[in-house]
């Protein structure tokens, strides 16, 4: 499915999102604290966008390794990084959210942007991030939420199942891919229920910021 909507991902991502998803992906990375010598792993790394948006931020990451299963979000990820001259910042690999080929320890940051509720095991892919985190290491996590406040929660409920799912279809031509979206974040952990898994699976300082409304939250913690 994400193989499919590949070549208009970003198009979409920019315009059901009135452009702020560009504003989300700055603050995942601006509560990395960076220094200018970091590594960061930028898991489910689709086209990419996070983990350019890491090597772009002032201070940057030093490296990023992008790591997504769909090869055909990753080959936009590659012409992209190639367009940004980024080549020798920013590596693309084929792989596994909950089997990660990195040695242990060898990050000082991971970063997953929209992609976590995608993994069929999530606690597995938190074992995985602690395991390829140096000791101390954070994590940022941005996905979707549903509002709480009653007017907002109403509007964006009827936006969210009813016109995204509509012009997602007419854009990537693809049936079901924007009808997955809101099934999926319905499915998901709630917030309160993924600060809990986190720190189940041995890390610590996490915290749950939502973002606009809700609409997004962006969750961060530390390796214990």
Known sequence: MFDAIAARYDLLNHLLSAGIDRRWRKRAIETLSLTGRERVLDLCTGTSDLAIAAVRAQPAAARVVG??????????????????????????????????????????????GFGIRNVENA?????????VLAPGGRIAILEFGIPSTPGVRTFYLWYFNHVLPLIGRVISRHTAAYGYLPASVGAFASPDEFVTILRQHGFVDVAAARLTFGIVVLYTARRG
């Open 67 to 112: 790591v997504d299963f769909a090869p055909a979000m990753l080959r936009v990820g590659q012409e992209k990084i190639g367009q940004g001259r980024l080549v020798d910042r920013i590596a693309l690999v084929r792989g596994d959210a909950t089997r990660l080929p990195l040695a242990d320890g060898v990050v000082d940051a991971v970063t997953i």
């Open 123 to 131: 606690g597995a892919a938190c074992d995985e991030m602690r395991r």
